[in-house]
């Protein structure tokens, strides 16, 4: 009596040492008092614990996880809603519990313990690590005797400290209860004091294989197999427990019955009898009930896979890789084991498949089974944020099957309720007979431990095609300045040997080697190849197709592309000159012509939940997090040529979720530097962008946008020389120091049809030479500029005829140019500068003809004039001279007079072109209508000859004449009549005179 006095004297003196009271006067004598300080480091009589262990007088939670998570077997609350497991998320699906021994509990009852965060051997605190804490957890749970449902009493994980402090747990009502601390983190307990122990109070708990589980699944059986089942007593009395099989025919027990005392374990085993066994899965269920009644009856299904005779099984044990025949993509061998590779991704196509080698099926009875369960990966568990974020993942598991060589897919059957994190052995069947293949898909972490059914084909090669690791329909070569090569994987995924051929079908792409032989589960490399030719810019497209030798397996084919550009493009990675080494945090300004209000250049990240798990160490213009916008240098480009360059869009994981970023980017393009910015379009998902131009000219392109990063752009041209030509003044002097050479020009001459403000336009003519070549379709929108050039004078009508849709206008040849609506100015990238006329060079084309001799059909006429160009201005004495005609008012062609004050009508500016007869007498009249003809060629009755626009007014280069009404003279040859005038008739003549019928001259 006097040394138990003394030792409790001494531990209270303990106590008080460490700061802990645990107010002894509330614990009656006979109530559980539990110190952890026995000699032996064992756990406690009636104790029982999974991960705490006993040293140094405290009992302690192993903390070897980083960072724990919320248990899904708590309700949060007591709402009743299941809290989601972060754990499982992070690779830590580590809970430790420790139970009481059963207690004896009156209501209002305290339990008092002593807690503290658990130490690690440096002395540092342990808990859930720190910044990467997502929801660690220490609590207090209670079951009521036997029944083994857990209900969360208390969370103490936010109070706990690194110095041990005191707790209490009041229970709410009486009762006989086992109590439990429950954590995922590093927690230590000094001692446990309180209600009262029962001493004859025994508890049930089984484990096979060290695991506790509902369903033991045998696998796939060729002979007996046993299984060892621990019937474990964690209570404080003993206990008889007998066990029960549903079926005793497939499955038999060493023994029906067992006595087993507090603490202790017996062992039973359970043997699949393989001989009294049949073909396909046979199950039981094994009942273990207690002899004392307070203790639940437990129930445990075990089941096995016996196949037919000769029928292919494939257990995964006989090798620590992915077994002969199959192929997987996403899966890998663990443990005799098929799973879910961890870290796979659905966001990003699933957690890929597994699929079986080629199997024959023979009988439509026939069944595919497999053994399979949820869990037996680690890490990153995308199913669980799926869970979280969208209310379930769907379907656990899906069962596809492809006829052999097809490669198309049909879904079989999609388990969900049937997978949890026991296995359990399922089956499809009712396959017409043929030879098929399967696969397995999941996105979320699951084992298949064995698979077995019909017969394998040994000799059945399959073809599996890879870029980047990757199967692909396309592969895109992005944009290219040069050849460039891709190396593509080709690979037999099944069990014979591949002959396979490979050929493209334009010059633009080519493929080395031809032909390939691969053994079965090899590989073979080969190069696809973009063949570049200056030629040929622009967009490329092409397919690579593997055709088989054998006739059963369907050749593959891959559509390849590739953007040609200049060999001399212009190119921007944003990669300083000089390499930097230092904080990749920092950020420095955009390069060198560049525009921007807030862009910086930093090292990428990848953006989205990509940027958690990769880093990009590349160099790229970020908008960071503000709508700045960022403006590209001025470049040149022909109509079609391509700008490419690559986006990479923030927005962290809601994007992701969300399909894309929350603020997209906006791309504007400015044309020719004059400020008017047209919008390209909005983009929201990262990925490689093209911009072609619309129309030949100089380009900026604005991007605005927040959390954005742009990369990699290649296409277009710097700006060449430009040169600059204006209206009204002697431009020789740079037109001969840039002859033959190719600049960019500015010329300031702007032709403009007439805004009626109504939203309609008046055509406008003008008359153009130029000493560069210009294709006004490029640069403008189709119909709004109209070419021509004169080949036909009539000197019965006093018309000039003009034949029309010239699409480029020839350097150093004269064209008449209307323009339909809006304005349009004479800029030019990428010109070749022709300084001088050579006239005699270009009779063939400048010739003028009769319309008389023409109509008259005659072969040996002779050109009555010169449709001519001049790069300089012409003086009116000396056009007066020539006796030439220029374009002014709506309509006509005007004799330019003499320079006399009295006479002066007209000039000849720069870069313009006119009409010289050979005969001053050719035309006969100082003011002649215009008109235009579709063709030179055939019957002048198939010759549609029309007025131009009926709005349409000319360039204004003489003055003085009134603007006469535009006649119509032709129809489409019915008979309608028109005086000389032009003027249409109501009906027939009706008196005689001469008149225009479907564009003849006749006589009534």
Not at 175 to 201: C, K, L, M, P, W
Not at 255 to 278: C, I, K, L, M, W
Not at 611 to 617: D, H, R, V, Y
Request: hydrophobic residues 35%.
């Amino acid at each position: 009596m006097i040394k138990t006095r003394l030792l409790q004297s001494m531990l209270l003196l303990f106590f008080l040492v460490v700061g802990v009271n645990m107010q002894a006067q509330s614990i009656a004598a006979e109530q559980m008092d539990e110190r952890f300080n026995n000699e032996d480091n064992k756990i406690p009589f009636g104790w029982f614990a999974k991960g705490w262990s006993v040293e140094k007088g405290l009992i302690s939670s192993d903390s070897s996880s980083s960072f724990g998570g919320f248990d899904p077997s708590t309700t949060g609350s007591g709402n009743g809603t299941p809290e989601f497991d972060m754990s499982s998320l992070f690779g830590s699906n580590d809970t430790y519990w420790l139970l009481t021994p059963p207690v004896d509990v009156k209501q209002g009852e305290e339990l008092v313990f002593s807690a503290k965060k658990k130490k690690d051997d440096s002395g540092i605190g342990g808990g859930s690590g720190g910044s990467m804490d997502m929801g660690s957890f220490f609590v207090v749970e209670r079951s009521v005797y036997g029944s083994n449902k857990w209900v969360k009493v208390q969370d103490l994980y936010d109070d706990l400290g690194d110095d041990l402090k005191e707790f209490k747990v009041t229970a709410p009502e009486s009762g006989e209860y086992r109590y439990r601390f429950r954590t995922s983190t590093g927690v230590s307990i000094d001692s446990v004091a309180g209600f009262h122990i029962d001493n004859q109070a025994p508890d049930l708990y089984i484990v096979v294989e060290d695991t506790e589980t509902a369903f033991v699944p045998y696998g796939v059986c060729t002979a007996d197999s046993t299984k060892t089942f621990c019937v474990i007593n964690t209570g404080t009395g003993p206990m008889d427990v007998a066990m029960t099989l549903s079926n005793s025919s497939y499955f038999r027990m060493s023994t029906n019955q067992v006595h087993v005392q507090p603490g202790d374990t017996a062992r039973v085993d359970v043997t699949f009898v393989y001989s009294e066994a049949t073909v396909g899965w046979n199950a039981s269920e094994i009942t273990f009930t207690a002899s004392d009644n307070r203790l639940s009856v437990q129930k445990i299904g075990v089941s096995a896979i016996i196949s037919e005779p000769e029928c292919w099984v494939e257990d995964f044990n006989a090798q620590k890789k992915t077994p002969y025949g199959w192929f997987t993509e996403g899966w890998e061998w663990s443990d005799s084991t098929m799973t879910v590779k961890s870290g796979s991704n659905p966001l990003a196509g699933g957690g890929g498949y597994l699929m079986t080698p080629p199997l024959d099926v023979r009988d439509t009875r026939d069944p595919l089974v497999f053994a399979v369960k949820k869990g037996g990966g680690s890490g990153f568990d995308m199913s669980a944020m799926m869970d979280m974020f969208m209310g379930g993942s769907g379907s656990l598991l899906t069962v596809e099957k492809s006829v052999y060589g097809s490669n198309h897919w049909e879904k079989v059957h999609e388990f969900t309720d049937s997978i949890d994190k026991n296995y359990h052995t399922l089956a499809v069947t009712g396959f017409e007979a043929g030879k098929y293949r399967f696969r397995f898909k999941s996105s979320s972490t699951l084992s298949i431990d064995s698979v077995a059914g019909f017969h394998i084909d040994n000799q059945a090669p399959d073809l599996y095609v890879t870029v980047d690791s990757a199967a692909v329909d396309r592969y895109s070569f992005g944009m290219q300045k040069a050849n460039s090569t891709k190396q593509f994987v080709v690979m037999n995924t099944g069990t014979g040997t591949l002959q396979v051929n490979m050929a493209t079908e334009t010059g633009f792409f080519d493929v080395s080697p031809k032909s390939l032989t691969i053994a079965a589960g090899d590989s073979a490399f080969v190069d696809v190849s973009f063949v570049y030719d200056e030629r040929f810019l622009g967009e490329k497209n092409d397919e690579v197709i593997f055709t088989p030798t054998d006739e059963r397996i369907v050749a593959q084919s891959i559509a390849l592309k590739a953007y040609a550009t200049y060999t001399d493009a212009w190119e921007e990675n944003f990669e300083p000159e000089v390499e930097y080494v230092g904080d990749d945090e920092k950020s420095f300004p955009v390069p060198e012509g560049w525009e921007t209000d807030g862009w910086v250049l930093k090292k990428g990240s990848g953006g989205g939940l990509a940027g958690l798990m990769s880093t990009n160490n590349s160099w790229q213009a970020n908008s960071t997090d503000n709508l700045y916008y960022l403006i590209t240098p001025t470049l040149q480009a022909n109509q079609g040529d391509m700008l490419y360059f690559e986006v990479n869009m923030g927005g962290g994981l809601a994007s992701v979720i969300g399909g894309g970023a929350t603020t997209p980017l906006t791309i504007h393009y400015d044309r020719n530097g004059d400020g008017n910015w047209q919008k390209f379009g909005d983009f929201t998902d990262s990925g490689a962008i093209i911009f072609v131009a619309p129309y030949s000219g100089k380009y900026r392109l604005k991007f605005t946008g927040k959390d954005v990063m742009l990369d990699n752009f290649m296409g277009f041209k710097a700006p060449l020389q430009e040169i600059n030509l204006f209206d009204g003044k002697d431009n020789s002097e740079v037109l001969q120091q840039y002859d033959g050479q190719t600049v960019n020009v500015n010329y300031d001459r702007v032709l403009s049809a007439v805004d009626n403000g109504d939203g309609t336009w008046k055509s406008r003519a003008y008359t153009v030479c130029l000493p560069y070549e210009f294709d006004f379709n490029k640069y403008y929108e189709d119909g709004q500029v109209k070419l021509y050039r004169l080949v036909l004078v009539d000197d019965y009508y006093y018309e000039f005829i003009f034949t029309n849709d010239f699409p480029v206008a020839s350097a150093g040849l004269g064209y008449l140019v209307v323009v339909n609506y809006g304005s349009v100015n004479l800029n030019a990238v990428n010109a070749k500068i022709t300084a001088s006329l050579k006239h005699e060079e270009l009779a063939d084309y400048t010739a003028v003809y009769s319309y008389k001799d023409f109509k008259d059909k005659k072969t040996d006429f002779a050109p009555v004039g010169t449709w001519r160009g001049s790069y300089k201005a012409i003086e009116n004495a000396e056009a007066a001279a020539m006796a030439a005609y220029g374009v002014y008012g709506e309509g006509k062609m005007k004799i330019i007079c003499s320079d006399s004050e009295a006479e002066r009508n007209g000039y000849l500016g720069a870069f313009r072109a006119f009409y010289e007869p050979k005969n001053h007498k050719s035309i006969g009249k100082k003011s002649c209508d215009m008109k235009f003809i579709q063709t030179l060629a055939g019957d002048l009755d198939d010759v549609a000859i029309e007025n131009f626009p009926a709005d349409a007014f000319a360039d204004d280069q003489a003055t003085g004449i009134d603007s006469p009404v535009f006649h119509v003279i032709e129809k489409d040859g019915s008979n309608t009549y028109f005086d000389l005038q032009g003027r249409q008739l109501e009906g027939k003549p009706t008196r005689s005179g001469v008149y225009i019928v479907g564009g003849k001259k006749v006589i009534k």
